[in-house]
Structure formats: structure tokens, C-alpha cells
């Protein structure tokens, strides 16, 4: 089936993803580059397009990193050519070097950067608000709230991009980006351009600072026009009929407010306006709908940023205008809106009794009865193999595992740090796990430094040559399981294929490594628990920076290969097995079970993948192939 | 219309994501409008899924009010508990399959899996409509665990409560999943009508 993105068929309603809504409104608007890095919950954005890119004709790529992939975008929107370039928040700062002079030497074709915020940090470190990063740059920021919008309104940026000459932010939450609903899909434009750079515009040539500084002045008639455009956009809507209450939902925020005043029936009780563009601030348009009111709520996610413009528009216009929201406590200071929170402040400001909490006990009972349901890592990780042999050779040459601090890194094998493995002890940003160590390292604490393949290739290297350079003593472990697997499955420059699977040459971590100086570079499989707790041994003794890549193919990945066929069957041998929990308490494969009735471990087959580890760990060798 | 609402519960890897995109598929074919809300952690696999779909009426925001589904499909007992007592209606339906997923907690032996009785008393404060049974252990009859979520669409449909046919989610299944899996896939979803009955 080939992928609904990619219909040319106007009109037709398809369920779409909201980032796939994203990718679609690209396409329909023309775009004939896409540059993207992948992150939660970005990704699908950049897997919808590489799946189609081939087919309508247009460049994807899975770049090295978010500031490499909008250089990228840049350079073909240079040369005339719309683009898109999507990522996660944080992805945004590591962005935001190439983005700040974009934004003063101005675009050419359409250039739309996507942020996909993440409100209540489902999957990210930080809650991080990307509006301010568009205010910080005089980048027009645009918040669709549903898939449709997501979809028209990148469409609509990359003309407001092309038209001002500013590149323009959409920005999402995670419920936005993660939702799917019935989307019309509108006509794919064929824009058909000559790629050419513009001689004549030399907004983008060298110029001394001087020469810059005036661009600082032309970005802000850029913006003044902006503002002005989006007082007239017909999605910006307001219903205000005299009403003295009024509540102002910013782009999926919205949606929160629309549905309580249904649910609550008081439509005509209260006015409203659905704002989608937060920067710049309509303020003619927001001035009009506050004028009147005495009580205004501000519904946003996260930061009170619409909420602080507004008490500033508020001074001149309706200094008594009592404005309710996150700066005031009306709305929590952090985290996502709900259904809850926004019908009781609702009621709260008409008077209305409060909703009786009708499941209190029953959820306390559940609380009680329940586990969390800890993430761990999948049956047959290879990372699990990695951190199992680690452990014994860090026991085994520092003596106890408190004598060496273990910082980790963005990914799957992040998950280092949950029991029972329990072995890592920070982790930050992309890449940081081996700039922190060499810090740490000299100042005389020892150090691992736990990356993944594709977080070494995203940032690792700099600071590994930055180890080398300065003389550090630390040691690397790179988990490389051949894949970016918490994103996905994207490629990588080490996988040989690209993102819409063109065969290239491997760039591979232990030549990098070789390249940049590392005298000790080996590569392991984990799944040889022996082999690998050896060869960690000889990277903990050796002098200087020590890397061992561990490497074996992500079990999701092995499984699916596998299909139909099942993997090797593996089982408890009940007669051999004494009840140690070794298997269970050492290694912890969630394909492990325990029977407590009969004292004995046993293996969930549905779950296990054959890879033999708790084999290798049972001590007396209770667990083997049943055929 | 009024809105109808489904609860999906289960574990990362299970395939609840399939099931609810093939609920949604099915409601645009019968000209219902649809929406989905999907709440997963950062893992692959092991974390708790759960899935929100409305299918018909004009709500905007894709969440469920609490206490508001007419329908749970659990795809594993205790995270069908912990959805179904915060989101199902009183006397809501609720379809469960039994086979367990131990956390890492359990795995580990931090703590035991929850008794079952106690988790159904607990969700039977909400409905006394629970129907349990195997569906992983049906889907492996079938020819392959994966195709549990199969089972459980067979199941919520020979219910007769979607606003739709069962020849509707029939051929949305024909369309929406790869050739040389729709033979299991359809044996899936005969066993998981049955198993609706054998409860």
C-alpha cells in the first residue's frame, strides 16, 4: 500500500498521523528537499517523507545531526528550492547556530523548521517552550491544533517563507504529533524550479559585520510584516458576542477550551479565540477580542508565553483586565493541559459547581495494587549482553563497580541506569557522555563514557578528538546495535544504505576512532558474554583514551529479519535449574519468568529471541536450545 | 452521532498501534470522522501503551475524558485495569486478554505480578461487562503472537457495538496490512470473533 502522503487525489479524507499531516502540507507545498534528524516525537515526519521521497521526486536525508540537516535545508533553499526541516525541541538548539544567521541573511525558496515540543516530557529531558527560541531569532512561529491545520498551515508557511524571506517555525506538541484524525488532502503543487543561486540578491554573500548589523533592522521590518499579515489570516478565529469572560486557546491548547464549553454548555457564556500564531503577536486582532472583557484565561502549553505579551498589550488597552493562567497559578506552571484542568478552571471563572472526583478511592486502591511498569530494555537486547560483560570486567579490574563512574548518552542503552543492570549514573545530551568523562577523568575520578552508534556519530566526535588531543585517560564503550532504534529505525552514515535506501559506503566508528588518534580501538559481539568481558578488560587497562565498540544488531531489528520464521526456541531445563534467580536478578531479560510455586526460572517464548546471554549466564547451565 | 469511544491498553510491541489505525481506517470508510490519541513512552518496547479513539461526532482534542469510554480493549491484564478503572464508563465493555506481560519489577523480583482476582474485583467496581480470555495463546493457534492485536479486533467487533460492519473492518484489514500476512490475520480474527462467545 502505498503511503495516503503521497495521493495525488485533492479531496479524498485519509487518517493521517499529525506529523504525517506535516509531511503531507510539504508536499503539497512543493518542497523538493527535506533534511531532517530524528527524535520523539518528531520522527515520523522524516520516516513519512523518506518513504515517499523516491516516488514524488524530491531529496530526504536522515542527516548527521539537527544543525547539519539545516544547513542542508539552507543551502537548497538558497538555490531557489522549497524545504523542510524537522526535529525534535532539543534538536532546535543544536540547531540554533545556523539558524540565528539565517534568520539576518534571510531565504530565498520557502524554508519551514518544524519543532515538535514535548509538554509533560513523554520522551524528552526537558519541557522546553520553542517559542522562545523563534522570539529569540524573529522567526514567525505557527501552532496548528489539529492534523488538518498541521497540514494546510505548513503548506501556508512555506509561502509566508518565501514571501518575507524569513524562515518560519511550526511548532507542535506531542498530542498534536502523535494524533491521527481524518485529513482532506489538498493539491500538490509542482513548482518545477531551476535551481540557481541568486547573484543579485547578495543578502546571503559575505559581508563584514557592519553590513550585518544593518540585516538587524531589516529582520524586524521582516517581523513587522509578518505581524501584520497575521492579523488577516482567516485561522486566527474569534467568537466574541459582548461577552465579559473570555478565554484565548494557543494552537493545540485550543482544543482543550473548544471541547470543555461544549462539554460544559456554555457556549454563550463565554468568548473565545483560537490563536495559532504566537509570534508575532497579532496584537490589533488580540487587542480587539481583550478590549471588553473583565476575565481572560490563557490556555498554552508550556511556557506562559502568550500570556506574558498580552499582560504587556493589556497595560494600555484593559489595564482591569483580571488575566488568569500559569503566570498567576490559575494553570499549573508546568506540564500539558487536560480535559480536567481547563473544565474546572472554566467552571471556577462562571461560577459553576466543581465536578465531584467520582473514582478517588478505586484509583487509590489501584495505585496500591499496581506496579509503574519500569521501561527496560527489549528481550535479547544486545545492550543488556554489553552491560552484563562490563560489569564483570569493571569488577574484576577496578575491584567494585563504585570505582568507576559510568556517564551515559541519548538512546535505548540510556536505560542502563533501570534495574537490574543499574549501571549508569548520568546521561545529558547528545554526545556529552564523553566530553563529561574526560572532565571527570582529569580530575582524577575514573570514567566510562556509554554511547551509542548513532549519538557518537551525532555529536560524539568532536569530544572524542577532544579527548585524544588533551591527553585524556578515558574509557568508551560504543553500544552499536546497527541501528537508531529508540527513534524507529533510521539510518545512520555506518549502516551503508541512506535514509531512502541507496547503497553507500559505511563510514565506520573504528575507523573514525583510528583517524582521530585512539590507540586502543576493538570490536566485540556481546552476545560472547566471555569474549566481550575480555576484551572490556583490556580497554580498562589500557592507557589513554581505550574504545571497545560493542556491536550486534538490535534484537527488534534480528526478529523482524527473522519473519515468518520464529527464533530459536530456548527453555529452563526444570531438573538442572536450583532456583538461584541469577538469570532473573543479574540479567533480567524480560523473556524470563519465575514460577514461584515450583522455585524455578522459566522462559517466555513469545518473548525470547534466542540469543543465547542468559544461557552463557546461568551458572549451572540449566538454560539451552530445546530443539 | 453521539461520539463512540474506545479505550486501547497494553505494552510497547504488542501491536496496539495496528489496532487502533485499523479501528480509525474503518470509521473514514463508513464516512465517520476519527481521532486517535496515542500516549507511549521513549522505549521500543516494555513501556505502557495506551490509545484514545473517537470515532464520529466533532470533538477537537484527541484525549477521552475520564470515565467516558464505552469500550476497553486490554491487551495485557494489568495495564487493561489501570486504563479501564480511569477512562471506562460505569458498565462499560471491557475485553481483556489474560496472558501477562511482567514488567521489569516483577522480572527482577522487586515485586510479584498483581493477584488477577484482585485486579478484575478492582475493575469490576467499574462494569460487571469484562470478558477475558487468552488472546496471545489465540494468536499463536493462529500461527503467530504478533497477530494478538487481530485477535482483539475480532473480538471488539463480534461484539456488534463499532458503528460499522464487520465487512468494513473485513476489508480494511485487506487493504491496510501486507499480502502474505492477511491468511493469519484472517484466521486471527475468526478466532477472535469465537473467542467473544466462549467467554
Known amino acids: 500500500m502505498s503511503h495516503p502522503v503521497a495521493l495525488d487525489r485533492p479531496g479524498e479524507r485519509v487518517v493521517l498521523m499529525g506529523n504525517e499531516a506535516i509531511a503531507r502540507g510539504a508536499i503539497e507545498g512543493g518542497i523538493t528537499l527535506a533534511a531532517s534528524y530524528p527524535g520523539t516525537p518528531s520522527s515520523e515526519i522524516g520516516n513519512t517523507l523518506a518513504r515517499v521521497a523516491k516516488k514524488l521526486g524530491f531529496h530526504f536525508e536522515w542527516s548527521a545531526n539537527e544543525k547539519v540537516a539545516l544547513e542542508v535545508a539552507y543551502g537548497a533553499s538558497m538555490v531557489n528550492q522549497r524545504v523542510i526541516c524537522p526535529m525534535k525541541h532539543v534538536g532546535v538548539n543544536v540547531a540554533l547556530d545556523i539558524l540565528n544567521p539565517i534568520t539576518l541573511r534571510g531565504v530565498k525558496g520557502g524554508l519551514v523548521v518544524v519543532s515538535t515540543d514535548d509538554p509533560s516530557q513523554h520522551s524528552s529531558r526537558t519541557e522546553q517552550d520553542n517559542r522562545w527560541m523563534g522570539k529569540l531569532n524573529d522567526v514567525p512561529i505557527i501552532e496548528p491544533s489539529s492534523p488538518q491545520e498541521a497540514k494546510d498551515l505548513t503548506k501556508y508557511a512555506l509561502g509566508l517563507s518565501e514571501h518575507v524571506k524569513l524562515p518560519v517555525l511550526i511548532r507542535t506538541v506531542t498530542r498534536l504529533s502523535h494524533m491521527r484524525s481524518d485529513v482532506e488532502l489538498g493539491e500538490i503543487e509542482d513548482l518545477g524550479r531551476k535551481p540557481e543561486f541568486d547573484w543579485e540578491g547578495f543578502s546571503y554573500r559575505v559581508a563584514g559585520f557592519e553590513k550585518l ?94 500570556e506574558l505579551h498580552i499582560k504587556a498589550l493589556a497595560k494600555d488597552i484593559n489595564p482591569d483586565l483580571k488575566i488568569l493562567g500559569r503566570l498567576d497559578g490559575t494553570l499549573p506552571r508546568e506540564g500539558e493541559l487536560s480535559h480536567e484542568l481547563i473544565d474546572e478552571k472554566i467552571s471556577d471563572i462562571l461560577g459553576l459547581p466543581k465536578k465531584p472526583q467520582e473514582r478517588a478511592e478505586i484509583e487509590a486502591e489501584k495505585d496500591e495494587l499496581l506496579f509503574d511498569r519500569m521501561l527496560t530494555m527489549c528481550a535479547g537486547c544486545p545492550h543488556r549482553s554489553s552491560l552484563y560483560a562490563l560489569k564483570q570486567a569493571v569488577k574484576a579490574v577496578k575491584g567494585d563497580l563504585m570505582n568507576v563512574v559510568v556517564n551515559g548518552d541519548i538512546g535505548c542503552y540510556g536505560l542502563a541506569h533501570a534495574p537490574p543492570m543499574a549501571f549508569e549514573d548520568t546521561y545529558f545530551a547528545m554526545g556529552a557522555s564523553i566530553g563529561v568523562s574526560q572532565g571527570m577523568q582529569q580530575m582524577g575520578v575514573d570514567t566510562i563514557a556509554w554511547i551509542g552508534d548513532g549519538t557518537f556519530l551525532h555529536a560524539g566526535i568532536p569530544a572524542l578528538q577532544n579527548a585524544v588531543h588533551n591527553g585524556a585517560n578515558i574509557k568508551i564503550v560504543v553500544a552499536d546495535n546497527a541501528a537508531v532504534a529508540m527513534t524507529g529505525f533510521q539510518t545512520n552514515p555506518q549502516m551503508g544504505v541512506t535514509a531512502t535506501g541507496d547503497k553507500v559506503d559505511p563510514i565506520m566508528i573504528e575507523d573514525i576512532a583510528k583517524a582521530s588518534g585512539v590507540k586502543h580501538v576493538e570490536v566485540v559481539d556481546p552476545y560472547d558474554l566471555d569474549a566481550a568481558e575480555a576484551a572490556f578488560k583490556r580497554m580498562l587497562e589500557a592507557e589513554g583514551v581505550a574504545m571497545v565498540i560493542s556491536r550486534r544488531e538490535c534484537a527488534m531489528v534480528a526478529v523482524r529479519k527473522m519473519r515468518p520464521e520464529r527464533p530459536p526456541v530456548y527453555a529452563v531445563d526444570p531438573e538442572k535449574c536450583i532456583g538461584c534467580k541469577q538469570c532473573l536478578n543479574n540479567y533480567g531479560c524480560p523473556a524470563l519468568m519465575w514460577n514461584e510455586d515450583e522455585r524455578k526460572a522459566s522462559i517466555d517464548t513469545t518473548l525470547c529471541m534466542g540469543c543465547d546471554s542468559c544461557a552463557q549466564v546461568c551458572p549451572v547451565g540449566a538454560i539451552g536450545r530445546r530443539d | 452521532m453521539d461520539t463512540f469511544k474506545i479505550v486501547v491498553a497494553g505494552v510497547g510491541g504488542q501491536g496496539t498501534l495496528l489496532a487502533s489505525r485499523l479501528l480509525a481506517e474503518a470509521a473514514i470508510k463508513a464516512g465517520l470522522h476519527v481521532k486517535i490519541g496515542e500516549t507511549y513512552g521513549m522505549a521500543q518496547r516494555g513501556g505502557p501503551v495506551m490509545g484514545h479513539i473517537q470515532i464520529g461526532g466533532e470533538t477537537n482534542n484527541p484525549q477521552i475524558r475520564k470515565g467516558e469510554a464505552d469500550v476497553l480493549i486490554g491487551f495485557e491484564p494489568a495495564e487493561a485495569v489501570r486504563r479501564g478503572v480511569t477512562y471506562l464508563k460505569k458498565d462499560g465493555l471491557a475485553l481483556i486478554n489474560t496472558r501477562k506481560t511482567a514488567p521489569v519489577e516483577v522480572v527482577s523480583g522487586m515485586m510479584p505480578y498483581p493477584d488477577m482476582n484482585k485486579l478484575f474485583a478492582l475493575l469490576g467496581k467499574v462494569t460487571k461487562n469484562i470478558h477475558t480470555f487468552d488472546a496471545t495463546g489465540i494468536a499463536e493457534e493462529a500461527g503467530d503472537p504478533i497477530t494478538t492485536n487481530i485477535v482483539m479486533l475480532g473480538s471488539i467487533t463480534e461484539s456488534g457495538l463499532l458503528p460499522y460492519s464487520e465487512e468494513t473492518v473485513v476489508n480494511t484489514m485487506k487493504e491496510g496490512l501486507k499480502p502474505q500476512f492477511i491468511e493469519m490475520n484472517m484466521k486471527a480474527f475468526e478466532l477472535g470473533k469465537k473467542a467473544y462467545h466462549s467467554l
Open chain 1, 213 to 306: 548589523f544593518r540585516r538587524h533592522k531589516e529582520r524586524h521590518e521582516k517581523i513587522d510584516a509578518v505581524e501584520a499579515e497575521f492579523e488577516k489570516v482567516p485561522f486566527n478565529l474569534v467568537k466574541n458576542n459582548g461577552e465579559k469572560k473570555g478565554i484565548i486557546g494557543v494552537g493545540f491548547s485550543f482544543t482543550y477550551v473548544k471541547d470543555a464549553l461544549e462539554a460544559l454548555d456554555v457556549e454563550d457564556k463565554v468568548a473565545w479565540m483560537k490563536l495559532l500564531t504566537p509570534h508575532p503577536l497579532p496584537q490589533k486582532k488580540v487587542g480587539e477580542f481583550i478590549k471588553g472583557l473583565d476575565t481572560l484565561l490563557v490556555a498554552e502549553e508550556v511556557d506562559p508565553y502568550v
